[in-house]
């Protein structure tokens, strides 16, 4: 057995020295869902469905270097595909900028993906904005895609300006520009799309790092998609660049246009003396070899020179002495000044626009504690370091002329943490000596790197370098960023055994021993495999309790005998997302293995327990009664509650749970078991107060209801079950007909007339619901066109449709093309939606509306006074209608309280130009007190009740036309 254990750590030293890719384990490729977006060069959809470009090719090469298999998920637009990826319907988001509130909700990788510039574009053959300065987009309509970081950069720009637009909001870049084409607007935020396409920049903001965003669920990516960031950054630092020239890169521009007063200043001025650090690589150095300035920043003024005509002299000097001779005139600018434009104007600088901008990092040991931060080195001279230093009043800061010996610091144990820039600290982090640091984003420090002028300078020469700024091609920014990444740096062999001799010596033992150790091993290596493999099957890494699968073999065979009573259960957490979204996974996680230690202490060797996924848990108990059952899960609960209170965790964390008690007639479906259980979870989340429900008579012939429905729903609707039923809506003055509501009823062949509270919530939760609407709204028109046909009066009719159609882009296509079938005039079709659906996504709603009521269509508010927001949605949605929700009419109209509260948004409402109808009316003293405050429409049975349509015909034809 000494020898055996011998023979194996040889092996594993082995081993350690063999190249990582040959280490690798070649198992199965994961599959993750990315969401991808039309979204000009970077994705573009094909016409066979697949995407292409930039962001595409991209990420496909980082996942095959992190073992993925991607699969395409269509988000259509960005909010949609913004929202899939924060409700766990997509795994990875491509193109997203960082903000710190995105943080809370995603995860993002320690490297972009690339840079993007946010441009205020409009159409290539519009002059009225060339060169223009702010004060000339006063005035102007321009479209902005919602919940979009350009936005609200731009927002920022307008304000810090002064500049009056319009913002216009749209779902998609692809629906914006198609407006910007057609002349509905006169410009569009977006970033660079990319070459050959018919817009032109007017306006560039700094140039914003984009990343591939991670969703919360998938939190163990981000180890492998940075470990395959870097070693795409080491091997081919150029492939960003080469991808940009690929899809991005744009035909030159022209020269930029200069006044007279600019153009003698070019051509009479003497060089202008320009300061730069001389040790901020890959921003701006002095080259090793040749003494020039080199860097990022230096090819910008390559470019600055080309474009305007003037002459640079550089001069090397630390960052704290070129802003004192700045201030003095005895230099005329500064190549790289980092900072926000507020900190900017703390200087006695003037500064221009900035031509990039970089995030902010902290860098420290591996081994160091995250907090707090002891000691900290800083680089003279730069705002980054004022701020941090004011940011942390009781750490001890040390000062140094230059990142490097910041970094000497830290490395050799006398600092805890260095600040800087991401671009410095990416290139110094591949360098040999500083390849063990791990570097952190800080994630409300971001700085706009400008160029800095003296006070003094004259004032032809700022307007000249941001003119140039301003209409500098994207590419010509965009390509020394890429171009000044790091080489991977070659460590040769004498090095290698220099800096680590200990490894050294033990790979010379062990290669020595590779041979009889393989061959020794052989049997023990298969048999631990066997014994890892059977632990991934079965064993939930995160908490040690067993799999579902594992738990569903153990069930069976403890079920076999039937000599005990068992209830099997499954439940989550209730306030476990917060305890994710507000404490962070590490604490997620924390929790889920203290609950796991709780269960597996509480369980018998006759008993089981599980974890299915994230806060699921399955558990299976011997069941004595209702009462021991519910006692025992309520203990479980205090004992999670008492852990909680002792790690001072904020939030109670309360477990939701449905039981199923297994009867041993009905054989050993586990699997159909816990589908039981799960119903009945489901329903006790659905219940206030409840924390453990047992799957009952009622509840089983409920579940049975659903699954026939559910089965019957394509035979129902193809053999014409499903009815449209009308209620009519009157002028209570007149009692005449204005109009009515289609309602839908099924006409069941064997449970008779269904009304839709059995079978619309079931259809609502599956997604089905979409098909049902459209199915009556074409019974509507097929009415319709038959009522005005035969000469029978003609009134509005309104239907009612589920949220899930506000989500997709082509509902008022839809609607319209169903109308033409039958030739029905759209000011006769009213779209009713409820408020609580609007509230779900207003601004998707919003888009909707104003694309419905355009085509001619009449839009109601139901069941409006039921939700939070009523007053917001009144002054965002520009409905027709709104429909009072019954229960202010039953429940609440005989209070005084209530009658003002009604009366004032009747009146509101009416002040708006929107109709006013009130659900729910019964009895003649509600239609008084309704009359009285304002409101004459209504509908109710004290009128009329939902009626076939042969019925309501005959209603109709008794009306006067």
Known sequence: ?????????????????????????????????????????????????????????????????????????????????????????????????YTPERAQKMLFPALPAGNTFITLSVRAEDGRYDHARPSAFNGMRVGAVLQSRATAIFEDFARAHEVAVTVVPFLSASAMLAALRQGEVDGAVVSYLGRGLPYKPVLRLAAEPFYVAIAPHKAYLLAGIN????????????????????YLAAPEKGRTSFTREEESFIKNTRPITVAYAPDAAPLQYQDPQTGLFAGTAREIFTQLEQRSGLRFHYVPMPQHRALELAAKGEIDAIACLTGDFFQDKKLPLRTTRPYLRTLSVRVSRTDAPPAPVARVALQEGLLLSGQVAASLPDSRIVYRQSLRACLDDLTAGRADAVYTNLHMARALLTETPYAGLRMAVLPNCVSDLRIGLSPLADHRLFTILDKCLQTLPDQDIDAPVLAALPAPSGVSLTEFIRQNPATAMGGTVALSALLVALLSCALAVKSCSKRRVETQLYRDALTGLPNLEKFREDCARLLEDGQERYALLMGDMVQFKTVNDQLGFSRGDEVLRAYSSILQGRVSAAERCGRVSSDVFVLLLRYSGWEQLSTRMGQMESALDAWRRSQDLPYKISTVYGAYEVISSEGNDVQRMLDLANYARHEAKRMPNTRLLLYGEQMRQEALLHQELNSRLETALTNGELEAWYQAKVDMRTGSIIGAE???????????????????????????VTGIDLYIFEQTCKALHSWRLRNLPTHT???????????RQDFPNQLAAIAARYDVPHALLEVEI????????????????????????????????????????????????????????QRDLP??????????????????????????????EQAAILMRLGCFKAQGFFYARPEPEREFEARLALQPF
């Open 1 to 97: 057995m000494t020898n055996a254990r011998f023979v194996l750590l040889l092996s594993f030293l082995a081993l350690l020295l063999l190249p990582a890719q040959l280490r690798a384990w070649d198992g199965p490729q994961e599959t993750v869902r990315v969401v991808y977006r039309d979204f000009g060069a970077y994705m573009q959809r094909q016409p066979d469905g697949r995407y292409q470009g930039f962001l595409v090719e991209y990420l496909e090469e980082i996942a095959r270097r992190a073992h993925l298999r991607l699969e395409a998920v269509d988000g259509k637009n960005w909010p949609r595909s913004l929202r899939m990826l924060e409700q766990g319907e997509a795994d990875l988001l491509p193109g997203v900028l």
């Open 227 to 246: 470990a395959a960031q870097r070693g795409l950054t080491r091997e081919n630092p150029r492939y960003g660049l080469e991808l940009s020239q690929k």
């Open 742 to 768: 289609a309602l839908v009823r099924w006409n069941h062949p064997t449970r008779g007339l269904l009304t839709p509270g059995s079978f619309i919530p079931l259809f609502e939760r599956n997604g089905m």
């Open 797 to 807: 009719i309104s239907c009612n449709f589920s949220r899930l159609h506000f989500d």
């Open 834 to 889: 409820t408020e609580s659906a609007i509230m779900k996504n207003p601004e998707a709603a919003w888009m909707q509306i104003i694309q419905l009521k355009q085509m001619g269509f009449k839009t109601a508010i139901d069941d409006f006074g039921t939700g939070y927001s009523s007053l917001g949605l009144v002054q965002m949605l520009n409905a027709d209608v709104i429909k009072i929700d019954r229960s202010f009419v």
């Open 895 to 924: 209070g005084q309280r209530a009658q003002v509260v009604l009366g004032n948004i009747i009146r509101l409402a009416l002040e708006l130009d929107m109709a006013v109808i009130c659900e729910g009316v019964e009895t003649a």
